[in-house]
Nanobody, 121 residues
Framework: QVQLVESGGGLVQPGGSLRLSCVAS????????MAWYRQAPGKERELVASFTSGGSTNYADSVLGRFTIFRDNAKNTVYLQMNSLKPEDTAVYFCNADIQRRDYYTPRNYWGQGTQVTVSS
């Protein structure tokens, strides 16, 4: 069984910072792309940032210069450092990853349970 578990969400004032963490665990052979998505009430889920196993990163235009995605591959963990937070960053943030299990040759896509980030004065 493979699971993604997020942590680090919470309430923060505009201009503040949070760091989200996502740990992949279970019978893992290899983790490929890891990413963060978010979904605000009444809006579609959107890609925030992604980090491939080869080291390439991609960011949504709305978070460029403010958010940073990074990984600790030894711990199968991906982080999202969020600085200069704005009220419009308020959303449920979901971890996503492509993972190859030890017992199957085809990578599968997994989602975490989500963690709430609220930016409010």
């Amino acid at each position: 069984q493979v699971q993604l578990v997020e942590s680090g969400g919470g309430l923060v004032q505009p201009g503040g910072s949070l760091r989200l963490s996502c740990v992949a665990s279970g019978s893992i052979f290899r983790v490929y792309t890891m990413a963060w998505y978010r979904q605000a009430p009444g809006k579609e889920r959107e890609l925030v940032a992604s980090f491939t196993s080869g080291g390439s990163t991609n960011y949504a235009d709305s978070v460029l210069g403010r958010f940073t995605i990074f990984r600790d591959n030894a711990k199968n963990t991906v982080y999202l450092q969020m600085n200069s937070l704005k009220p419009e960053d308020t959303a449920v943030y979901f971890c996503n990853a492509d993972i190859q299990r030890r017992d199957y040759y085809t990578p599968r896509n997994y989602w975490g349970q989500g963690t709430q980030v609220t930016v409010s004065s």
